[in-house]
């Protein structure tokens, strides 16, 4: 004999074999929005113990109980009819009910309306959307994105101030740090307060500037503008602490591993760190290079090995044959950080230690391009040489107007 276990907005109900109702236990008026809160954070509610604990079975050995649930089985160990429990996400009662709903909710004395229903959906879908927004994964994704358009945004500023600013003191074209260029303006009265006070940044002497020599009300423009920009260049570095901070709450393993802002922009470019846990190694290590995914699937040229994970220093800094295994490995760390981060929370030093291990060995054991890595160098630079990517194309595209014209005759 089987039964099958399904719940809907009124309570838990089982239904027999034949698909007539065994038993049920209804919420409670005051419970209804709380209960099915509760069921979508996979608890175990009073009437679904009541209802599995209160079903007759004729037979131990022989007779089923089939839950519809996305529980696992486990959660279910301390009920008395545990080892005839089993766990079926869709079973037949709940197929059953969702075809009959109205006439089945009648049967077993749920007299709600249509428009109270709805009240307890729309309660249901507002805690749904405050529960995600109070996720702390939100605001990383944020800050992250900001620290992105803060960059876009310097960047610009700081290429207009500098070719804004030669006019005046050509010298400072020598400073190659932004920072310390805009740092030197925002915090000098003029040139000469420069050259005075911070020669040391400069990598000649000099005596006199051979800019122009321009109005106060420009120097103090000029000076304003740098102000401004310094001050978003402060504000990226709080945002970085604050991003340390959260990465650190959030997800202590993927940071000791990534570290803070590339492993920030893993969990940005999914969307949430619970759905990056979800996410193969194979997927990981060329995710942000869809581009490139899409140029390989339209052209035939050879797929990317690695996407965002490639600004990891020891990938970036790899020598050109070992990236391809020292972004594989470091794909699988990642997966194995995220989810301990997800499921269990706990802090594990030796992901990152075991990472950096294995990356001594790849390049202990590769020291030098083997033959068939030299071969395929070769090949590479021959198609760039010869341009083969687009004549690939372009042979493909006369094959196309060879079968236009079969299909025409």
Known sequence: MEFYITQCIAGFIAFDEDL??????LFTEDEVVSN????????????EIELINGMKLDSKDEDK????????????KELENYEN??????????????????????????????DEIIQIYEKLA????????????????QAINSVDDIDE???KLVERIRDWYTIYFPEMDTISSNETYIKLIAESEDREDILENYMEHFSEEIEESTGADIE???????????????????????????????????APNLRDLLGSTLGAKLIAHIGSIKRLATYPASVIQIMGAEKAIFRHLKTGERPPKHGLIFQHPSVRGAKWWNRGKIARNLALKITLAVRKDVFSGEYDPSIAEDYLKKVEQIEKENPFPKKTSQKRAKERKAEKD???????????????????KKRRK
């Open 153 to 155: 945004s310097i960047s």
């Open 85 to 114: 429990i089993e766990v079926k996400t869709p079973n037949k009662g709940g197929e059953h009910l969702r075809s009959n709903i109205d006439n089945i909710l009648e049967e077993i004395g749920f007299s709600k309306s249509q």
């Open 20 to 25: 007539q109702i065994a038993d049920y236990k």
């Open 386 to 404: 010869k341009g083969k990517g687009k004549s690939k194309k372009y042979k493909g595209s006369k094959k196309n107007k060879k079968n236009k």
């Open 65 to 76: 109980i089939i839950i519809e649930t996305t529980k696992r089985k486990s959660q279910y």
């Open 36 to 47: 099915l809160i509760k069921i979508e954070e996979n608890e175990i509610l009073d009437e």
């Open 126 to 141: 507002i805690y749904k959307i405050k529960k995600s927004s109070q996720e702390e994964d939100k605001l990383l994704i």
């Open 216 to 250: 106060e009300d420009d120097l103090l423009m000029l000076k304003s503008f740098a102000q401004s920009i310094y001050s978003l260049q402060k504000s990226r570095k709080e945002l970085e602490t604050y991003i340390d901070a959260k990465m650190e709450a959030i």
